[in-house]
């Protein structure tokens, strides 16, 4: 029986492969390449010393699609593959809308046809809207700002409307907050195309030389240094939740939304200074205005994985940065 991990390429899902391999458990990727490299199976397969079967395929190729559950003998998914730029989603919503929602609903389709009904889908901590206090909990109302927030919160909304209809799935939405960091290794990593949207990327290529200067995008939040205030989560802890609900949903039926998070928050500037020690050397910056759409503070409750799923987060701010330098140094140019 084996795990088919759609968007398996990308920056989490390859993370997750990892840990699911080292675990011992058969994976099969799926994977169309829009936002990922290939040579990340190789990569993957230095790290474990096995490769994992690829389908290079859309989820919106829902023949393709059926062909992996005829082929492979699939027990449960992990659903990764979407568009997750917000400022992208934007400017191109019906784009998003389709990619993600329709992605969703033609693997959905297919999973039921064959017979599996196991989905542990990466939602984000984006669901918590503006209007909810920090930390988020689960049971909070959920809302969205933007066409890929709303992608989100449509398909937690899809997949919890599949288990009213049938008892028989087990539906886990992983609520990300935001992941960073890199495998020890440093052979894989996160490698935007072009310029990068995330913090953590960009102060890596600020610090490696290839972009001048990192604009903090607001001062003057009710921070603890006016800077805006995020839940970090190193890459490898968020990827042995993974493996956690996993296990969980193969023994159990229902819909569970978990955050995955630290329950910590870190600031902008923290954040800078901490990649500072790791690198070595200074990182310039400036203070630039607010980015649209920002909350000032962003972090999780995380007791509900810790009591469900027995996982919390272990990785520092300090083992975020220093892996995520590790990797930008081995691979100045990404994953070629
Ligand atoms: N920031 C800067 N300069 C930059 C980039 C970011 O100052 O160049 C600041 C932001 O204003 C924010 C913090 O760094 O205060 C983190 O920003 P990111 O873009 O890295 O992350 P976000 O928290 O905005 O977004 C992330 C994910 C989204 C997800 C969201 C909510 O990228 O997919 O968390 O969970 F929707």
Known sequence: MAILVTGGAGFIGSHTVVELI??????????????????????????????PILYQADLLDKPAIDKIFEEQNIEAVIHF?????????????????????????????????????????????????????????????????????????????????LYVADKEWSVILLRYFNPIGAHESGLIGEDPNGIPNNLLPYIAQVAIGKLPCLSVFGDDYDTVDGTGVRDYIHVVDLA?????????????????AINLGTGNGTSVLQILHAFEKACGHSI??????????????????????????DWEATRTIEDMCRTGWNFISKNPNGLE
């Not at 990569?43 to 096995?50: M, S």
């Not at 017979?115 to 809302?143: D, H, Q």
């Not at 493996?243 to 039926?253: G, M, N, R, V, W």
């Not at 400036?286 to 909350?295: E, F, L, Q, T, Y």
């Open 22 to 51: 080292q675990a011992g458990k058969e994976v099969v990727i799926v994977d169309n390449f829009s936002n990922s490299k290939p040579e990340v199976l190789n990569r993957i397969e230095k790290i474990t010393g096995i490769r």
């Open 240 to 256: 042995l939740g993974h493996l956690k609900a996993i296990d969980y949903s193969l023994s159990h039926t229902g819909v569970e």
């Open 284 to 309: 310039n910056y400036k203070i630039a205005p607010r980015r649209a759409g920002d909350i000032a503070s962003c972090y999780a409750d995380a007791s509900k994985a810790k009591e469900m799923l």
């Open 81 to 161: 593959a979407g568009f997750k730029a917000v400022g992208e989603s934007v400017q191109k919503p019906l784009e998003y809308y389709h990619n993600n929602i329709t992605g969703t609903l033609m693997l959905c389709q297919s999973m039921r046809e064959h017979g599996c009904k196991k989905i542990v889908f990466s939602s984000s901590a984006t669901v918590y809207g503006m209007n909810n206090p920090v930390p988020f909990k689960e049971g909070m109302p959920t809302s969205a700002t933007n066409p890929y927030g709303y992608t989100k919160v449509m398909i937690e909304q899809i997949l919890s409307d």
